[in-house]
């Protein structure tokens, strides 16, 4: 019957009640009193009985008989909707508290997971926390205190009788013992196999012209319905525990009423109990089935709200990214910029993707990386971003180390264009207006004009106010780029990192664009990551990163010169782009 203790599971669980406590004890409250109502009623049958013997008027104690019932029926239902309300309230505690910690998480931690897994963490974990947090502990309470008042009254009845009915809830006791632990496993387990069909689904919704490219449909319905089975198979045994639970308390209180019956009957007949004693007795027996129930199905509910709690608590122990607010407010000049030594890996047991980068950046002007791919050149974007912590050296900003800024404060002077550029689904104006929820219709207008995105807008049903589609697949891939450019110009942002921007324009674009970014470069510091060499030519100072070192930087002329990789990258490159020139 004891629930297995787990004491920061159940710390947890009642952490999430604690706002409402008081709705839950107040409900809890009617639904006691509703219930000793209920337990009042054999008492009132009893004098009733006994008045029938006597010849007595009998109106009195019938009214009392019938009051108590709708009282007891009344209380009851104002507690139960109290005890739901809470319910609800406690879900939604849980929701925020759990989507404000999703969205404080850090960056690597997040990658690590998959994010159909903690969806389902969120919509289906959450849900079960319902029941457990208000019905299944005040009941717990409830079901606990009615019992033990009704065992009392019985013991006081007929101290034999009483003594066969706590031999037959002992028995229930051990029964119920052995299951609830099954009961946490097998819930956790369907739990588990939720989240992993949720992220097997994801996987496919994500990519989901790759999957029907590629012929997987069959493959993947496979593989989903393997998951859904196993939450099946799990729930089912959940299911078997909990019957075998419910039903040993049926079968118990049956058999024990046969027994009374029999050996009250006896009793009776040799006039060592009154009648009335038993049928006062076999009433309690009878109520008592619901008081023991409802502590059965609690015990069970709480089995299950522990399983959920423990995958919420999971999320919890996720490293959060830390936003104190020491650094000061980011000015709006360029940015200066030191590597020192910089060394990093993905993980402890990854290659050092970054293997001591030293690398001076003045403030405003134009810096091109190049290099091979899995060079490096995105990671350094990305610890700039401090998505990342560098495992060795420094990145010094303004002569600060990045560590010291407030992270907002940081991350609010960077505007950021990833290498693939995802959009969020949504409409255009929202996605331009993502970085800067507050520019004006006319930074708007800028931005457009500069990424060139008239002609698309013009295009547009709804110009500004189109949806682009889940991560933006309504439009094209060069759309997109130019989208997620001009998003970050409107944040007017002091460093501006634009990670193969160009990737997937046309040569007329690119030039445009190549022109955007120069007369960017004049009042901040401008990073850009590129394969194609219009704009790297241009720039003031080239970096060449290879195997995660600094192999040489300069401007276009000293390197072609001095360095061979660039003389060869610069060769091939500039001939195609020279060609869609
Ligand atoms: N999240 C990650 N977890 C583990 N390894 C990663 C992760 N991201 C990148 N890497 C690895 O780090 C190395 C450098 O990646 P990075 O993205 O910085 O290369 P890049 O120079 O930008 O290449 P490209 O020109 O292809 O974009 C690669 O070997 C890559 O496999
Ligand atoms: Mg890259």
């Excluded at 019905?135 to 101290?159: F, H, I």
């Excluded at 990214?321 to 000015?331: D, N, R």
């Excluded at 990833?418 to 104006?429: H, Y």
Aim: proline letters at 4%; one cysteine or more; glycine letters at 10%.
């Amino acid at each position: 019957m004891r629930p297995s203790i787990d004491r920061p599971a159940w710390r947890m669980l009642l952490g999430y009640v604690k706002p409402h406590r008081r709705t839950v004890l107040f409900g809890g409250l009617f639904v006691l009193l509703g219930g000793l109502a209920a337990a009042a009623q054999p008492l009132a049958a009893k004098a009733l009985v006994d008045r029938l013997g006597t010849g007595d008027s009998i109106t009195g104690l019938l009214t009392l008989l019938i009051g108590l019932a709708l009282a007891g029926a009344a209380i009851a239902m104002v507690g139960g909707y109290l005890l739901e309300r809470a319910g609800e309230s406690v879900v939604l505690v849980a929701r925020n508290r759990l989507t404000r910690r999703l969205l404080s998480l850090r960056v690597p931690s997040v990658q690590r997971s998959e994010p159909g897994d903690l969806l389902s963490r969120f919509t289906s974990d959450t849900t079960l926390l319902r029941e457990v947090c208000t019905n299944a502990l005040v009941a717990l309470v409830t079901g606990s205190v009615t019992s033990v008042v009704m065992v009392v009254m019985m013991g006081a009845l007929d101290l034999v009788l009483f003594g066969v009915t706590l031999a037959v809830l002992l028995l229930v006791g051990l029964i119920a013992g052995a299951g609830m632990p099954m009961i946490e496993r097998a819930s956790r387990a369907a739990q588990v196999a939720v989240g992993e069909t949720g992220a097997r689904m994801e996987r496919v919704l994500g990519a989901f012209r790759t999957v029907k490219a590629a012929g997987a449909e069959t493959r993947e319905i496979a593989a989903i319905e393997r998951g859904t089975e196993d939450a099946w198979r799990a729930g089912v045994r959940s299911a078997r525990w909990e019957s075998v639970v419910h039903g040993s308390n049926t079968l118990a209180v049956q058999a024990a009423f046969l027994v009374v019956l029999g050996i009250g009957g006896a009793r009776v007949t040799t006039g060592a109990m009154q009648l009335s004693t038993l049928v006062a007795f076999l009433l309690f027996l009878f109520y008592l089935t619901e008081p023991i129930g409802e502590l059965l199905h609690a015990g069970s509910r709480l089995q299950i709200g522990l399983a959920a709690v423990r995958r919420l608590a999971e999320v919890e122990e996720m490293p959060a990214e830390f936003t104190g607010t020491t650094g000061p407010q980011p000015s709006t000049d360029g940015a200066a910029l030191v590597f020192d030594e910089v060394r990093f890996r993905y993980g402890p047991e990854l290659p050092e993707v970054l293997r001591g980068v030293s690398l001076e950046i003045p403030a405003t002007g134009l810096t091109a990386f190049v290099g091979p791919s899995g060079a490096g050149k995105s990671t350094l974007f990305a610890l700039l971003e401090r998505f990342y912590e560098p495992s060795a050296g420094r990145i010094l900003l303004d002569g600060r180390d990045l560590a010291d800024w407030d992270l907002a404060g940081l991350r609010a002077g960077i505007g950021y264009v990833e290498q693939d550029a995802p959009l969020l689904s949504g409409t255009l104006r929202e996605n331009l207006l993502y970085c800067r929820p507050d520019a004006t219709e006319e930074d708007v207008r800028d931005a457009v004009t500069q990424a060139r995105l008239d002609s698309l807008v013009d295009r547009l049903p709804d110009g500004l106010d189109t949806p682009v589609g889940h991560r933006g697949n309504f439009l094209s891939g060069g759309e997109r780029q130019r989208v997620a450019l001009a998003r970050a110009l409107i944040r007017r942002p002091r460093l501006l990192l634009l990670d193969e921007i160009t990737s997937q324009l046309d040569a007329a674009n690119e030039l445009a664009i190549r022109d955007v970014v120069m007369t960017a470069a004049k009042t901040m510091t401008v990073l850009v990551v590129a394969h194609r060499l219009s704009t790297v030519t241009e720039a003031d100072r080239i970096v060449v990163v290879d195997n995660g070192i600094v192999r040489a930087a300069g401007t276009h002329d000293e390197l072609v010169g001095r360095d061979p990789l660039y003389a060869e990258f610069a060769a091939t490159q500039l001939l195609t782009s020279g060609r869609e020139e």
